[in-house]
């Protein structure tokens, strides 16, 4: 199947500070992005749906100027959490797809604020 | 709203036995996906098997099979021959056409030696 990049892996970043998460397609041209949060022993929540060269569509209750996507070519969406504190550690998993196919999974950030 | 709904927060099966996982769902949609994804340790999300729901057969992939039932709105996912290395969390998913995926809550499976 097709693969997605994800990067990092993990991080630990100070309260205050900002982090940046990638998502790459790697070996197609993602229409479509998605950004997901999942909570220990929980399920993926979707954040939000980032389609290339325009603005992302929040989820409910997501902050989206605390949680800034940009999906700036076919290949690249970036997940920006802004002003991090450390109920906003968890671990956050993108997802791409082409048109109407499936969707592939990056391998997921683990976020730890402290 | 579509909701999926798993029911088994856990199961549990012998080694080369065959375990049944559940999951039922709401929608009033006609055209629609159906997933089951495998989420081992290493949280990677790995797609299991997938299901149109304008196809009447049920899909097939190797040890993994579904059994779709559109008008009860249920599509369970049967392991037959468990291995160990099947032990993970396992998520259903429902998709419209072009839309995002929603999840299931998932059911953590052991495998059993």
């Known amino acids: 199947g097709a693969v997605v990049s994800q990067h990092p892996s993990r991080v630990i970043c100070k309260s205050g500070t900002s982090v940046k998460i990638e998502c790459r397609s790697l070996?197609?041209?993602?229409?479509?992005m998605f950004w997901y949060r999942q909570f220990p022993k929980q399920s993926l929540m979707l954040m939000a749906t980032?389609?290339?060269?325009?603005?992302?569509?929040?989820e409910q209750g997501v902050e989206k100027d605390k949680f800034l996507i940009n999906h700036a070519s076919l290949t690249l969406s970036t997940l920006t959490v802004t002003s991090a504190h450390p109920e906003d550690s968890s671990f956050y998993i993108c997802?791409?797809?082409?048109?109407?196919?499936?969707?592939?999974f990056g391998q997921g950030t683990r976020l730890t604020v402290v | 709203a579509q909701t999926v709904t798993q029911s088994q927060p856990e199961m549990s099966v012998q080694e080369a036995e065959t375990v049944t996982l559940s999951c039922t769902y709401d929608?009033?949609?006609?055209?629609?996906?159906l997933f089951w994804y495998k989420q081992p340790p290493s949280r990677q999300m790995i797609l299991v098997i997938r299901?149109?729901?304008?196809?009447?057969q049920n899909a097939t992939e190797n040890r993994f099979s579904v059994n779709f039932q559109k008008a009860a709105k249920s599509f369970s996912l049967k392991i037959s021959d468990s291995q160990l290395g099947d032990a993970a969390m396992y998520f259903c998913?429902?998709?419209?056409?072009?839309?995002?995926?929603?999840f299931g809550a998932g059911t953590r499976l052991t495998v059993k030696p």
């Open positions: 997802s791409a797809r082409i048109l109407n196919t499936e969707a592939f």
């Open positions: 070996d197609f041209q993602a229409t479509t």
């Open positions: 980032s389609n290339e060269g325009s603005k992302a569509t929040y």
């Open positions: 929608t009033s949609e006609s055209d629609y996906y």
């Open positions: 299901q149109e729901a304008y196809k009447q």
């Open positions: 998913a429902y998709r419209r056409a072009n839309n995002d995926m929603r």
